[in-house]
């Protein structure tokens, strides 16, 4: 099973930027479709993006949309997602998820089997 490192997260002020990155390691990489989901207070984890794995397909959540971008580096055994235009809403944990070799990209939680610790984003207004 693939273990899973997120890095990136911090302070930022509404409008910044922040590229967080999500290293795996003891799988083969290039099978795994992979996600993004983020937890604020209170709330339930949610689907950002995801992407296939051979990068072909990617899929976002709608309040996402032209702001974040998902992409992998197979080479490298990393997942990134690039937040730009951050919102004060957009302040939560982010965690990064895999799932091997799906029959399509999953986008639910349930769907994906290997877990990071998660970084937290905070955006400031």
């Known amino acids: 099973q693939v273990q899973l490192v997120e890095s990136g997260g911090g302070l930022v002020q509404a409008g910044g930027s922040l590229r967080l990155s999500c290293a795996a390691s003891g799988g083969t990489f290039s099978r795994y479709a992979m996600g993004w989901f983020r937890q604020a207070p209170g709330k339930e984890r949610e689907f950002v993006a995801a992407?296939?794995?051979?990068?072909?397909?990617?899929y976002y959540r709608d309040s996402v949309k032209g702001r974040f971008t998902i992409s992998r580096d197979n080479a490298k055994n990393t997942v990134y997602l690039q937040m730009n235009s951050l919102k004060p809403e957009d302040t939560a944990v982010y965690y990064c998820?895999?799932?091997?070799?799906?029959?399509?990209?999953?986008?639910?939680?349930?769907?994906?089997?290997?877990w990071g610790q998660g970084t937290q984003v905070t955006v400031s207004s």
């Open positions: 992407i296939a794995w051979s990068g072909g397909s990617t």
């Open positions: 998820a895999a799932r091997w070799n799906p029959g399509v990209v999953p986008t639910q939680a349930s769907d994906f089997r290997s």
